[in-house]
């Protein structure tokens, strides 16, 4: 019964923050590589942030600077810090966790607007 769920979403003004936040259960956690992917309107689903079980981060170009992805493996929780958001981070927010190619899991998502 794996189960990723995301919250933290919502309404905020251009340069504003958000912090959104995935739960994990039903997974051996600290094992699984985590990632915060974007999907908007109209266009394809882009990977945001991830980071490895090790801890390791990686970034896309469009981020770099303002969002920070983090794990607590004590909680079993996965974060994503953002801020100076812009509209065009506008979007559903996505909670991934991989395990190599074995297993691959997705929460339901979570609205991000930017927008004055």
């Known amino acids: 019964q794996v189960q990723l769920v995301e919250s933290g979403g919502g309404l905020v003004q251009p340069g504003g923050s958000l912090r959104l936040s995935c739960a994990a259960s039903?997974?051996?956690?600290?094992?699984?590589?985590m990632a915060w992917y974007r999907q908007a309107p109209g266009k394809q689903r882009e990977l945001v942030a991830s980071?490895?079980?090790?801890?390791?981060?990686a970034y896309a170009d469009s981020v770099k600077g303002r969002f920070t992805i983090s794990r607590d493996n004590v909680k079993n929780t996965a974060s994503l810090q953002m801020n100076s958001l812009k509209p065009e981070d506008t979007a559903v927010y996505f909670c991934?966790?991989?395990?190599?190619?074995?297993?691959?899991?997705w929460g339901e998502g979570t609205q991000v607007t930017v927008a004055s």
């Open positions: 039903g997974i051996s956690f600290r094992f699984y590589a």
């Open positions: 991934n966790s991989r395990l190599g190619g074995l297993h691959d899991y």
């Open positions: 980071i490895t079980s090790t801890g390791s981060t």
